[in-house]
């Protein structure tokens, strides 16, 4: 009785998300079947949109295992390969782009972000790789550990057309140890407890900061794929490399006891405040590492506890109040009273969008809650859009 008790219970959950109001609206975007910019020519496109879709996809196939998102997902990830600046080449009228040491590798390099935008030599920017293959290693281990999914079969055309999930993931953490591989030159150990990634250190480097320590949002995105290529390999030294760099993070991490909270800066340059968006970009590493049990030498890395703080980040430091927003981690001489619609400070509201920090509603719902708030409000509605696919992904997968 127990038994059928539960059935019911999880067909009717079931039943439920797939009649809920945000899956509906990413379906309606036509966000499930869209390969977006991932046949764009423009290395630019995949710094920061086409890698948010693939995440999008990657969420809501983790959540919903409908093979459709999992179709779309494998059109994206072979698209931005087949442009990789390595792989270009492979297609018509395409050809490879060499970064400003003069390599063609594993990387989508782009002159955007140079010291002078759009001019100089390309730069491969780690955070921008660690975007694109984080769903790709995602996806990877997704299927790894699923033994039916291997199973499937993908539809024809592209890359990984009418090949099986297995062959495609096995493929899939190839690249993205190319990627890794090509990045290598970055990564710096401190100890055998800490390690962490810089920008690369040539003295022609286009960008304003050479050979500095990137700062905490980036290293947590390159930690992230790191989780995922564990999960996906067992491959101890990825393990090592996410308990590394966990530990400088938490060496650069503050606790507040008035709002027991965490806090904690843009960088170790220099004392700039972490914003809200790059905020949320940090807290996924910890999230990954908690949700998915990541344990060094039985040692769980990230526990509850930490989690906990992260989410009074939030609910405690950044929204003082459910419709006003401090501009950063620990600032309050930067806000946005939405209510009111009144902002003091030079934060541009792109610095104000929240829709990362939606991971941690996997810990704690009223987060969720607060969130949903702050997006319906019309104000927020009117600065910034929710109409993307990562923010809509987010809002489903914890609806």
């Known amino acids: 009785m127990k038994n059928l008790f539960a059935i019911i219970v999880v067909v009717f959950s079931l039943k439920c998300y797939s009649q809920s109001h945000y899956k509906n609206l990413f379906d309606s975007q036509g966000y499930d079947t869209s390969i977006g910019y991932s046949t764009s020519a423009n290395q630019l496109e995949f710094s920061w949109g086409v890698s948010a879709h693939m ?3 990657v969420l809501m196939y983790e959540k919903t295992k ?23 080449s492979q297609e018509k009228g395409l050809s490879k782009i060499s970064d400003f ?18 001019e100089g030599a390309p730069y491969s920017h780690l955070v921008h790789s660690a975007n694109i293959v984080y769903p790709m290693a995602k996806f990877a281990a997704i299927i790894k550990l699923n033994t039916s999914a291997q199973r499937l079969i993908s539809n024809p055309g592209g890359r990984y057309g009418s090949l099986s999930y297995s062959h495609i993931a096995d493929d899939i953490v190839q690249k993205v140890k190319e990627t890794l591989n090509y990045h290598k030159e970055q990564w710096h150990t401190e100890s055998k407890n800490i390690g962490y990634y810089k920008e ?5 480097s286009p960008i304003a900061h050479p050979d500095v320590i ?26 090592t490399q996410v308990y590394q760099i966990a530990n400088f993070i938490k060496s650069n991490t503050f606790y507040n006891s008035e709002l027991q909270s965490n806090t904690w800066r843009y960088w170790k340059k ?33 526990s509850e506890l930490d989690i906990k703080r ?18 950063g981690i620990n600032d309050n001489t930067q806000y946005w ?39 319906k409000a019309e104000n927020y509605n009117t600065k910034l859009s929710i109409n993307d696919p990562l923010t809509i992904a987010l809002l489903a997968i914890n609806e």
């Open 55 to 57: 995440e999008a996809l």
């Open 66 to 88: 409908e093979k459709k998102y999992a179709e779309t997902l494998i059109k994206f990830i072979g698209n931005a390969l087949d442009r990789r600046d390595d792989l270009r």
């Open 101 to 118: 040491r003069k390599v063609s590798g594993a990387a989508w390099s782009t002159n955007h972000y140079n010291t002078i935008t759009d």
């Open 200 to 204: 690369w250190s040539s003295g022609n």
């Open 214 to 239: 990137l700062p905490f949002n980036m290293q947590s995105a390159i930690g992230r794929v790191l989780v995922q290529m564990y999960r996906a390999t067992s491959q101890r030294s990825y393990l």
């Open 270 to 302: 220099n004392d700039l405040t972490e914003d809200v968006s790059h905020g949320g970009l940090t807290v996924n590493f910890p999230y990954e590492c908690y949700k998915y049990k990541m344990s060094y030498n039985n040692r769980q890395i990230y």
């Open 310 to 327: 992260y989410v009074n980040t939030f609910t405690k430091d950044i929204a003082k109040s459910p419709m006003f927003m401090n501009g």
């Open 337 to 375: 009273d939405i209510k009111s619609n009144v902002k003091v400070g030079s934060l541009t509201y792109d610095s104000y969008i929240c829709n990362r920090w939606l991971y941690l509603s996997g810990y704690d719902k009223k987060l969720y809650s607060l969130i949903v708030g702050i997006y």
